[in-house]
């Protein structure tokens, strides 16, 4: 079940080894991989604001992933947890003189309890049923921002928000990138932990097998409110980050249409791990926003590749990089134990 | 309230329950919802919509164009991803609304590449017909919209009752495993759900657009509202989504009109909680008697 890094083959004592060395090199070369892409954002502003998109998307679907991905509950409420994250930095901003990263803080704890309470009221809701009744709640939370106009600001939003300040220094863009994609690092790391926990395998037990799950005295209910709520959470740091960083928000800013892309973003990537998903954001970002060729078709070649991988590619880029990884590793294998065997070969060893 | 809005409800509760027809005939003989339908609705619309402005094609050519290519979409739907993918997955829910929200996507995206991403205004079938009520006036699509979705529902209900198909899908609707083993066309009987489906909402989204006109992004309010009628309106019977139709539209009309236009979207969600919380199968149950 563990995708074998390409670089995970130091030879270790056992297999338990095995897989601990290839976790430290998943880690390490994934943090290369984000330092990388902090280093290409550098001062260029189109590169900054591609980053910081492609961060908030992997945010929302990393929020997704434990409740949709592991637990098989797709809930579609997620534009409106992405938009309370940045509601919160920019009424904290405006409103009151508190320091912005309680902002953050407070987006998170109220979409989780919003989340929490729609799951609620849903609980007994699943599939086609509780997608359109979440994305209805997505519908009523777009028209609460356009109508309250008292704490939202209406069709106007919030603007002037004032950059983030941390340790007493303010944040320039660059670090703000910076903490972006760090960010994604940190919750994409801990979220293919999480898969591989006991929690989850008991989240992904209960999509398959239910019944088996209550029979082992872990209460479902519970384990799928925990996670909308820590998803819900999640996002929210992704609005409350594309926000701080845009330093204006609207209720145009998230729209229900973002929703549907954080679906595809786990399929493109595949959804046997976590860094799926944020391989996902990056193909969407690339497809729907830098692809100048294509003009306003981008949209349009994301949707047909959507449909090309469910239908002939189900597992998705890194289920197949997994893959091949897999087989040219036992191809190695095999060429060096014949190599052996026959005793002709000078392999270095 | 007007008797003028009186009118405009039952226009857009026709429109919305020639919707959830659609999603009716396609959960009876496939039991899966069909959410792309409020997109291909939008696709019908569209397709007439552009064909008589950018191409000056005659009124008659355009319409049936686009109802064509909204059964055309339907049935490309289903053979060529919910069969597979529902074959794959082992009849687990999950991967085909995934696909169907796919499908909902690219319709959509692909309406905009094609057709332009700009409001097409309508363009009214009978233009100089109007009824005069005395209290209120009824333009010529309404009549039309009204008349074709009697005539849709009375032939769907005939088609049910008389034809072998239909009464194959009513059959497969009620109990699926009992006729397989019987032998009956399951899989083809899918097909054609899935494609007089199309057909209906292509006629719903074409005779709506005439009126209120379309974009490339109506499909998804669409889908949506026809996916509460059906929940109001239940599958007991096939006017049951008629009737969902007309009180979703009541309702809506009604509610902006006493309480404020962000109200409506408050209301919708308070609607759909409360139905699944106490009436999950709709105002209108099929009873058996013993």
Redesign the interface.
């Known amino acids: 079940m563990t995708a074998v890094s390409a670089h995970g083959e130091t030879p270790h004592a056992g297999p338990a080894g095995r897989l601990r060395s290839a976790e430290t090199a998943r880690v390490l070369g994934t943090l290369a991989l984000t330092l990388g892409v902090i280093a290409w954002a550098g001062g260029d502003l189109f590169r900054q604001d591609l980053a910081i998109l492609g961060a908030t998307y992997a945010l929302l679907a990393l929020g997704m992933y434990m409740p949709f991905n592991l637990a098989g509950v797709l809930s579609l409420a997620y534009s409106a947890y992405v938009a309370i994250g940045g509601y919160a930095v920019g009424l904290v901003a405006t409103k009151t003189g508190w320091p912005l990263p309680l902002a953050f803080l407070l987006g998170a704890v109220a979409s989780a309890a919003l989340a929490v309470a729609l799951g609620f009221a849903t609980r007994r809701l699943s599939g086609f049923y509780l997608a359109a009744v979440t994305l209805l709640f997505g519908v009523a939370f777009q028209s609460f921002l356009l109508d309250a106009k008292g704490i939202t600001g209406g069709a106007l939003g919030i603007g002037s928000i004032r950059p983030l300040t941390l340790f007493g220094a303010e944040l320039d863009r660059l670090s703000l990138i910076a903490l972006a994609l760090l960010t994604v690092w940190i919750v994409a790391v801990a979220m293919d932990r999480v898969r591989r926990s006991p929690f989850g395998v008991a989240l992904q037990s209960s999509r398959d097998v239910p019944a088996a799950v209550e029979a082992a005295g872990v209460g479902v209910p519970a384990l799928r409110l925990t996670v909308l709520g820590a998803g819900a959470a999640v996002a929210s740091l992704g609005g409350a980050l594309f926000t701080t960083a845009n330093q204006t928000i609207g209720p145009d800013t998230f729209t229900l249409h973002l929703v549907t892309l954080a679906i595809f973003m786990p399929l493109l990537g595949g959804q046997g791990s976590a860094w799926g998903a944020v391989l996902g954001a990056v193909l969407v970002v690339q497809l729907t926003f830098n692809l100048q060729i294509f003009e306003r078709a981008g949209s349009l070649i994301f949707g047909v590749a959507v449909l090309a991988v469910l239908v002939i590619a189900p597992r998705g880029i890194l289920g197949y990089a997994g893959q091949a990884a897999r087989w040219l590793h036992r191809r190695l294998a095999r060429a060096r134990g014949t190599a052996q065997g026959t005793g002709s070969g000078g392999t270095a060893r | 309230m007007s008797a003028q809005l009186w009118v405009s409800a039952v226009q857009i509760g026709c429109f919305f329950g020639l919707v959830a027809l659609g999603y009716y005939l396609v959960l009876e003989g496939a039991d899966f919802?069909n959410?792309a339908l409020g997109p291909f609705a939008m696709f019908s619309g569209l397709t007439t919509s552009w064909l008589m402005a950018e191409r000056g094609w005659p009124l008659g050519f355009a319409a049936v164009l686009g109802i064509a290519v909204a059964a055309l979409l339907a049935v490309v739907t289903e053979v060529?991803?919910v069969r597979?993918?529902d074959a794959?997955s082992g009849g687990g829910?999950?991967?085909s609304?995934?696909?169907v929200?796919?499908?909902?996507?690219?319709v959509?995206?692909?309406a905009?590449?094609l057709f332009g991403?700009h409001l097409m205004p309508g363009r009214s079938w009978l233009p100089d017909t109007s009824l005069d009520l005395g209290v209120a006036t009824v333009d010529g699509q309404t009549l039309v919209l009204v008349a074709a979705t009697l005539v849709t529902f009375t032939g769907v209900w005939l088609w049910m009752r008389k034809s072998r198909y239909g009464r194959i899908l009513r059959a497969v609707g009620s109990n699926r495993e009992a006729a397989r083993t019987l032998g009956m066309p399951v899989g083809r009987v899918r097909l054609v759900a899935f494609a007089l489906a199309g057909l209906v909402v292509g006629l719903a989204g074409n005779l709506f657009s005439a009126k209120a006109g379309v974009s490339f992004q109506s499909g998804?309010g669409w889908a949506?509202s026809g996916?509460?009628a059906m929940v109001i309106g239940g599958t007991g019977s096939v006017w049951a989504p008629l009737a969902g139709g007309l009180l979703l539209a009541l309702a809506q009309t009604l509610v902006p009109y006493y309480l404020?236009?962000?109200s409506?979207?408050?209301a919708?969600?308070a609607v759909?909680?409360l139905f699944?919380?106490l009436r999950?199968s709709g105002l209108f149950v099929r009873r058996v008697r013993v």
């Open positions: 919802f959410f060529a991803l597979p993918i794959r829910e999950l991967p609304l995934i696909a929200v796919a499908v909902l996507f690219a959509e995206q692909l905009g590449t991403r998804f949506l996916f509460l404020g236009s962000a409506l979207d408050y919708v969600l759909a909680i699944f919380a999950p």
